[in-house]
Nanobody
Framework: QVHLVESGGGLVQAGGSLTLSCAVSERIPTINTMGWYRQLPGNERELVAVITSGGTISYGDSVKGRFTISRDNAKMTVTLQMNSLEPEDTGVYYC??????????WGQGTQVTVSS
């Protein structure tokens, strides 16, 4: 059973930065997509950023230019650097893994709170 272990959430003032990390507990297919989604209060889960094992990246419109996603294929980790955080970024952030040809996996979620 694959588990995704998230770390790095917390409380930060507007304009500040946080870094989220996610590690995969088991060996996974080489071809995969990893990334982050978030659920803001009262909203459905939405894309933050994803990165394929080949390095192709997609960002949600609201985070472009502020967030940066990266991954380490050898360590099976994905990192989200979040800069210029806004109160509107407050929510639960979920790590996601989609191995090619398999069902996707979700982390347990980590809370990000941005105070004004």
């Amino acid at each position: 059973q694959v588990h995704l272990v998230e770390s790095g959430g917390g409380l930060v003032q507007a304009g500040g930065s946080l870094t989220l990390s996610c590690a995969v507990s088991e060996r996974i297919p080489t071809i995969n997509t990893m990334g982050w989604y978030r659920q803001l209060p009262g909203n459905e889960r939405e894309l933050v950023a994803v990165i394929t094992s080949g390095g192709t990246i997609s960002y949600g419109d609201s985070v472009k230019g502020r967030f940066t996603i990266s991954r380490d294929n050898a360590k099976m980790t994905v990192t989200l650097q979040m800069n210029s955080l806004e109160p509107e970024d407050t929510g639960v952030y979920y790590c996601n893994l989609r191995p090619w040809g398999q069902s996707q996996y979700w982390g347990q979620g980590t809370q990000v709170t941005v105070s004004s």
